[in-house]
């Protein structure tokens, strides 16, 4: 259940980052919107959840935490 909170963390940050986003982007600031996303926190919150799904498929351990182990 640690995977599915820290996913689901990390994609709402996102989600606030892209609302920001559009907000940059409502009000024509073409300059800080670009800004935003190739260097701010757009950025980081991609980078951040990117980095929990690689962790996740090269850790060996399945979103419970467990290895996996196939059949038993």
Known sequence: MKYARQTQDALDRLDQALAQLRGLIKRGDQKAALSFMEE???KE???ELQSIITISSTSGLG???TSQTGRL
């Open 40 to 42: 701010g926190d757009l």
């Open 45 to 47: 919150r991609f980078e």
């Open 63 to 65: 979103s419970r935490g």
